[in-house]
Structures are given as structure tokens and as C-alpha cells.
């Protein structure tokens, strides 16, 4: 089976490209690769990878080159290919005519896997993660295979070591602004460094880019201000060369109170956040339809328009709610349907328990963490 790199991370196909350049000076041997346990040799040949399977990922080990030098190379960069082409790089550019590998919903262990999952950059006591620490846990994220990561805000200098370190590992992002009780205040300095950022690194890296998260369930913002900073903050990442996708999380029944919110403003889709543990009629078992019922109210709201599920999941404890019991055996029951039930696209609340949040009055706020269902067996 070969391969080729894809060209849409530009900054880590670049960056591989010309490694790879450096190499094969040395040897059309491009190295090994770490497919879960099983090694597999990569091969150069006119910029295509000859390798026996389809990695998740691989750490391609150049020749001559120290290990701590290792690439990582995700599985989005690798895409099957039947005719004889070369990737797009400054030295050799040439049509590339390739087949994405397609996300199916399953990684490589078999699990089943959302095309996204909330990331937040905060240790145990509430203290911003070191970048250090950043980069392992994303190189996780990446191991199980999810494409992408929701970012709720800017704060803890993420722009600066989450962004990068995802270009390096060829994680896409939804990109988040929170709005609090300061209001557009809190993020005009933060939308300034994002267009400083995608200026510098490229925009290929964000999914979309969500202004607000419950600005207005929160009672933060009426709605009439949060589509006026919709709008500004829209206009000013075109001006800053931003193209993409912009939208706002929302709980489902905002759109519902406020149907404006999609049919009247500049949002491209409706980011929704909805959860069956705070229906008492949802069980763990019914976690898909009931997601898949608030979809599909949404959709109706806003006419053609897009909706997209930007955080749901389920808590592993925490207190009964209705026919919803917190337990690690529930939230599987619940995740795996909702994936099934949504065709494994939306975002699931989230990697890791969140310790450095308050319980809340339900017990449920730390307890969302998912990363052991997509795990392999040990
Ligand atoms: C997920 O849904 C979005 C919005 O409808 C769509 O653009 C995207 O292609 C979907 N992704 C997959 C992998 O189905």
C-alpha cells in the first residue's frame, strides 16, 4: 500500500518535506514507523511512503539524525494513492491525485472515536499546563486517533503552545474566544493574537473558530449583543485573512428561545451543546437519541443552515438525574450512543477528568473525562 503526504497542514508537510529531502541525500530509506506495536518501514520514492499498513500514527526516524529528532506523522497526513505522483513542496510540484483516508468513526484499537474532543490546558489545581505537558497530552489525543480538539478560550498563552504544538502533531482546532462577564472586553486583545498567530502559522489548522460558549445561557450576553460581536469579531479575522468557518455554542434551547441567533446573524453554522443528563426523561441508553432529537430541533429552527454538535457527553459520577445514574459503565453505555447515533461527528466533552472545576450542585462537572474508552485493551 503507498501513501502520499497531504498538503492541507502546510506548516507540517513543509516541515516534513524538507526533512525528508535532507534524507534521502542519504539513503531512499526514509526509516521506521510505530504503528501501535508492529513496526512498519516507510520508503521514499518520489515523494510517496510505501508502508504495509495504514498507521494511526508513525514516528518516522530520519537517517543520520538523532532520535529526539523524531517526526510525528498523523494518520491525516497519510493517504492512500493508486498513480505514481509527487506532494506539493517548494523543490517538486506536481498534481497529486489522492483518496483521503476517510474518518470512519473507529481508530486502530477498534474503538470508536468523535471527530473531536474538548481539550482544556489546565492542571488538577487550575494552574496553566507547561507546553511540555501540552505536547504529551496531545501526542495522546493523537495515539487515539480523534482529528481534532475544541478549545474553549485563549487564556493560559495557548494560542501559543496548544496551537503550535497541534500544527506539529497535525491536529485541526476548534478555536474558541470565551466571553465572561467582561463581556467582548475579555476577548478583543485575544482575537488581535489569533490573527497575529494565523498570520504567522496559516489558517489550515482551524476547523472553525466559535465566538462565546453559553455566553448568553450563561446570562453574560442578551442576544442581540452576542450577534453584534459575532459579526466584529467575523469581520475582523477576514480582514486579519482568516476565510473559515465561525459559529457560537449555544444549549439547544437558546436557539429555540432565540431562533435569531442562526437565521439573524453571522454565524456560518449552529454549534449546539447538548446533554441527556439534564433531561430527567434520558437515560444513559436513550443519550443518542436524545442528541440526535435536539439536532434535529435545532436544524428545523434554522432552516438550511448547519448545525453541529460542539459538546455533549456524560458524566461518570455525580448525583441521580431522573433516569440518568453517573457511573463509569453509563457514561460508555452514553458515549458510544452517542456517537453511533450522531455517525461519530460531534465534539465530546471531554479528554481528562476535570479536577480544577467546582462540582456544581450535581456532582457532575469533574467527572467527564473519556479518554479510557478510546484506548486500547491492556
Ligand atoms: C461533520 O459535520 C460537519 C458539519 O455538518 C461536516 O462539515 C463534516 O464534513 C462532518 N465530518 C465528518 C467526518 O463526517
Not at 505514481?84 to 472515536?113: E, H, L, M, R
Not at 437519541?289 to 454538535?309: E, L, R, S
Amino acid at each position: 500500500m503507498r501513501f502520499s503526504l497531504l498538503s492541507t497542514l502546510a506548516t507540517t508537510t513543509l516541515l516534513l518535506t524538507s526533512q525528508l529531502t535532507q534524507a534521502s541525500t542519504v539513503s531512499e530509506d526514509v526509516g521506521q514507523s510505530t504503528v501501535t506495536s508492529a513496526p512498519v518501514v516507510l520508503k521514499r520514492e518520489d515523494g510517496l511512503f510505501t508502508a504495509v499498513d495504514t498507521p494511526v500514527f508513525a514516528y518516522i526516524t530520519l537517517i543520520g539524525t538523532p532520535a529526539s529528532n523524531e517526526i510525528p506523522v498523523p494518520s491525516s497526513l497519510l493517504s492512500k494513492t493508486t498513480s505514481t505522483t509527487s506532494t506539493t513542496s517548494s523543490s517538486s510540484s506536481s498534481t497529486t491525485s489522492t483518496t483521503s483516508t476517510a474518518f470512519d468513526g473507529f481508530n486502530s484499537f477498534g474503538k470508536a472515536i468523535p471527530t473531536a474532543i474538548v481539550y482544556s490546558p489546565y492542571e488538577d489545581s487550575g494552574a496553566c499546563k507547561s507546553s511540555d505537558t501540552i505536547l504529551s497530552d496531545l501526542k495522546i489525543v493523537q495515539s487515539v486517533g480523534i482529528p481534532s480538539i475544541r478549545m474553549y478560550g485563549t487564556d493560559c498563552n495557548t494560542i501559543n503552545t496548544v496551537l503550535d504544538n497541534a500544527v506539529l502533531l497535525g491536529l485541526k482546532v476548534n478555536q474558541g474566544f470565551w466571553i465572561g462577564p467582561d463581556g467582548y472586553s475579555g476577548i478583543t486583545g485575544y482575537v488581535d493574537d489569533l490573527i497575529t498567530w494565523g498570520q504567522t502559522n496559516g489558517w489550515e489548522i482551524f476547523d472553525f473558530i466559535t465566538v462565546g460558549n453559553e455566553a448568553i445561557n450563561s446570562g453574560y450576553l442578551t442576544t442581540a449583543q452576542l450577534i453584534s460581536i459575532i459579526a466584529d469579531v467575523k469581520s475582523r479575522l477576514r480582514a486579519g485573512g482568516y476565510n473559515g468557518l465561525v459559529t457560537t455554542s449555544e444549549p439547544p434551547v437558546t436557539y429555540e428561545n432565540h431562533p435569531e441567533l442562526c437565521t439573524g446573524s453571522a454565524i456560518d453554522f449552529a454549534g449546539i451543546n447538548p446533554h441527556s443528563y439534564f433531561d430527567t426523561y434520558s437515560s444513559a441508553a436513550t443519550s443518542g437519541t436524545f442528541v440526535v432529537g435536539q439536532y434535529n430541533i435545532v436544524k428545523n429552527i434554522c432552516g438550511a443552515m448547519d448545525v453541529f454538535v460542539t459538546e455533549t457527553g456524560y458524566p461518570s459520577a455525580g448525583i441521580q438525574n431522573g433516569g440518568n445514574i453517573p457511573s463509569l459503565a453509563n457514561q460508555e453505555i452514553a458515549v458510544e450512543a452517542i456517537l453511533q447515533d450522531m455517525n461519530y461527528n460531534v465534539t465530546i466533552l471531554t479528554l481528562y477528568n476535570d479536577y480544577w472545576k467546582d462540582p456544581g450542585s450535581y456532582g457532575i462537572e469533574q467527572s467527564f473525562g473519556t479518554l479510557r474508552l478510546y484506548e486500547a485493551d491492556s
